[in-house]
């Protein structure tokens, strides 16, 4: 049986704080195997990010994965924010590098944490928490190539890592060369498909050009025109996603992550159409 799992982000205002619980309460009984909550730029939404975490675990029977990232942030900064999950009853932790406050070229902090291999390791030598970390099937915008990323990745479960939760990807087949080359390096603790919903195409396409995913052309084609029209956009998506998921399924994958963008319809519909 295909695993997955659902991606939140903390609410930046009462209203967005409304809207979110809304998703949860509509996907929390479709019982997901985790579900994650980012951590912004440079710890930006520390604190909502544990309000959101601390919630969950009190309110729910969802088990949340809380972000963290070691960027333009101290080791003992980063340790207070591991004690705060910790004492909030949090066992699994995303351990991610972060992008800077400014979303220019990482820079590690003077007394911080060098990136994500030594932070995995510093989690890993605390002990008390499951680690999953991020991989990149169309490559890091910021890395040298695909291989310096397989590399890294390596290092990362190395150090303690136990899965990882991929990019989102549109090109499908840049998923299942990735396993691959993935399989042909050694590496084999379970990869996790990230999947991104296209109903606000235009959103998720500027998210595609930061992190470096690649559009296919009938994708664009398929939503020109439809600026002003949501319904069909939404039936796109979703049928879009579903044959994404059902491919990944086929092939052998193991684990799906949707990137809810704290909207539930969409994905409610995906997995209830998969059956998961």
């Known amino acids: 049986?295909?695993?997955?799992?659902?991606?939140?982000?903390?609410?930046?205002?009462?209203?967005?704080?409304?809207?979110?619980?809304?998703?949860?309460?509509?996907?929390a009984p479709l019982a997901p195997d985790f579900v994650s909550v980012t951590y912004g730029a440079g710890g930006s939404t520390r604190d909502r990010t544990h309000a959101c975490v601390k919630r969950m675990i009190d309110e729910t029977a969802l088990k949340p994965a809380a972000h963290l990232t070691c960027v333009a942030a101290s080791k003992a900064e980063v340790d207070s924010v591991v004690d705060d999950y910790a004492a909030a009853g949090v066992r699994h932790i995303v351990a991610l590098r972060g992008d800077m406050p400014d979303m220019g070229a990482f820079k590690a902090?003077?007394?911080?944490?060098a990136g994500s291999v030594e932070l995995v390791d510093a989690l890993a030598q605390r002990g008390g928490f499951d680690i999953t970390v991020s991989a990149y099937?169309?490559?890091?915008?910021?890395s040298a190539s695909l291989d310096a990323d397989i590399d890294l990745l390596k290092a990362k479960i190395d150090a303690g890592a136990s899965r990882a939760i991929t990019q989102f990807?549109?090109?499908?087949?840049?998923?299942?060369?990735?396993?691959?080359?993935?399989?042909?390096?050694?590496?084999?603790?379970?990869?996790?498909?990230?999947?991104?919903?296209t109903t606000n195409f235009v959103g998720a396409k500027r998210m595609a050009e930061a992190c470096g995913a690649a559009v296919p052309q009938w994708l664009a084609d398929a939503y020109v025109g439809l600026e002003d029209d949501l319904d069909t956009r939404k039936q796109i998506a979703a049928s879009v996603a579903?044959?994404?998921?059902?491919?990944?399924?086929?092939?052998?994958f193991g684990h799906l992550h949707f990137y809810t963008l704290n909207q539930a319809d969409l994905t409610f519909a995906v997995c209830r159409i998969l059956k998961l």
């Open 109 to 113: 902090h003077d007394d911080g944490y």
């Open 169 to 197: 990807v549109f090109d499908t087949d840049a998923h299942l060369r990735f396993r691959d080359k993935l399989a042909a390096a050694g590496i084999t603790i379970p990869l996790i498909a990230g999947i991104m919903q």
């Open 242 to 252: 579903i044959d994404q998921c059902r491919k990944l399924i086929d092939e052998g």
């Open 1 to 27: 049986m295909t695993g997955f799992s659902f991606e939140f982000f903390p609410p930046k205002s009462e209203a967005a704080g409304a809207k979110l619980w809304q998703a949860i309460g509509r996907l």
């Open 137 to 142: 099937p169309e490559k890091h915008p910021e």
